[in-house]
């Protein structure tokens, strides 16, 4: 079935269910006036469908027209295909919207840089399309290049950069969170600790250039201080034995017993065997409390950033302080909490 018929089949049938359960209050000459209605908005829907499908014809027309007079490439062509993959979106035909979004990409890379500022809008709009479509990977592409640009574009006191950064670190936070690559345990842990490790690189460089009692790192400090805390739930919800133990799993004994000889006489024969080390799950559950520790400690080292601009910070109003001091609050109850339940004698 076509996105347009789809489209067709899903609004009719709202308007069923909007007429069913309009029954016990109307009259039935008011009930033959709503199926009137009914069937006239069907008609004006589907008079929107040509009109649009009449529309993307026109501006076909006119990008041939366009690419026949001043060539494939030409500047011009971007507004063009954006206008014309917003038709496509809106018949829901999100496949079609993102092939020409990535041609007007490719024209402003040509025309404008490979960094250059306007290709952002064009890449919130792919991503939009590939999140519909539950194209996680290529969303997650479009991300990265997005981000790539902004870190290119601007600076990290430009409101650009930092919403760049904002839409990055929600995304990367669902993918973790709902798991949307499918990863196994241990690689979603490696890829949450990319995740923090990445804004802690963020957070570093803006001590550097910027004063970090800004306000504007707020969020920044908020999205870490997830991504962290999501690790340590994680953590802990481990079993020990998915940590690798320091000790070796296993040991070698010496075990004996007498013998007879083909002389018939008693000797006592030895051979070495390979048992469990019992200290090795021992060293597993100190694994998992350091991996846990370490997760929290980050915690704990954003907590302090985001007391110092609660306590340096000249511009917070007043629901800013207690939104950080809320914060605050809900962090440590939760990190007291994972590390009461690391001090379990079996960790399972």
């Not at 067709?8 to 000459?29: A, G, P, Y």
């Not at 994680?234 to 020990?240: E, H, I, K, L, N």
Request: hydrophobic letters at 35%; one cysteine or more.
């Amino acid at each position: 079935m076509t996105p347009i018929k789809i489209k067709k089949k899903n609004f009719v049938s709202l308007l069923k269910i909007s007429s069913l359960s309009l029954h016990f209050f109307i009259s039935s000459d008011l009930f033959a006036q709503t199926g009137d209605i009914e069937e006239e908005l069907a008609e004006i829907s589907e008079q929107r469908i040509k009109e649009i499908n009449q529309e993307i014809e026109t501006r076909r027309a006119g990008i041939e027209k366009i690419q026949s007079n001043v060539g494939i490439y030409d500047q011009s062509l971007i507004e063009a295909y954006w206008s014309l993959a917003e038709l496509h979106r809106e018949l829901d035909d999100y496949e079609s919207a993102s092939d020409i979004l990535l041609d007007a990409l490719q024209i402003a890379r040509i025309n404008l840089g490979l960094y250059s500022a306007e290709q952002i809008q064009l890449l919130r709009l792919l991503i939009e399309n590939q999140i519909k479509v539950q194209d996680w990977r290529s969303a997650d592409d479009f991300y990265e290049l997005e981000y790539l640009i902004s870190s290119r574009t601007f600076s990290s006191r430009d409101t650009e950069y930092l919403d760049t950064l904002r839409f990055y670190g929600a995304w990367k936070l669902r993918v973790i969170q709902e798991n949307l690559f499918n990863l196994s345990g241990q690689s979603l842990i490696l890829t949450a600790g990319e995740i923090s490790s990445f804004y802690s690189r963020v957070i570093s460089k803006a001590e550097q250039e910027t004063d970090l009692q800004n306000k504007n790192m707020l969020d920044v400090l908020y999205a870490k201080t997830q991504v962290d805390m999501t690790l340590a739930r994680y953590v802990a919800s481990m079993p020990y034995t998915s940590f690798q133990g320091t000790a070796s799993p296993f040991i070698n004994q010496t075990r004996c017993r007498n013998m007879r000889n083909p002389q018939g006489q008693v000797v006592r024969q030895c051979y070495s065997v390979q048992v469990e080390n019992p200290r090795y799950r021992q060293s597993q559950r100190e694994a998992k409390r350091f991996a846990l520790s370490r997760h929290t400690r980050a915690v704990s080292r954003s907590i302090g950033k985001l007391e110092s601009i609660r306590n340096n910070s000249t511009d917070l109003t007043k629901g800013e302080k207690q939104n950080i001091d809320t914060q605050i609050s809900l962090l440590v109850i939760e990190s007291e909490r994972l590390l009461r339940g690391s001090e379990k004698p079996f960790l399972f």
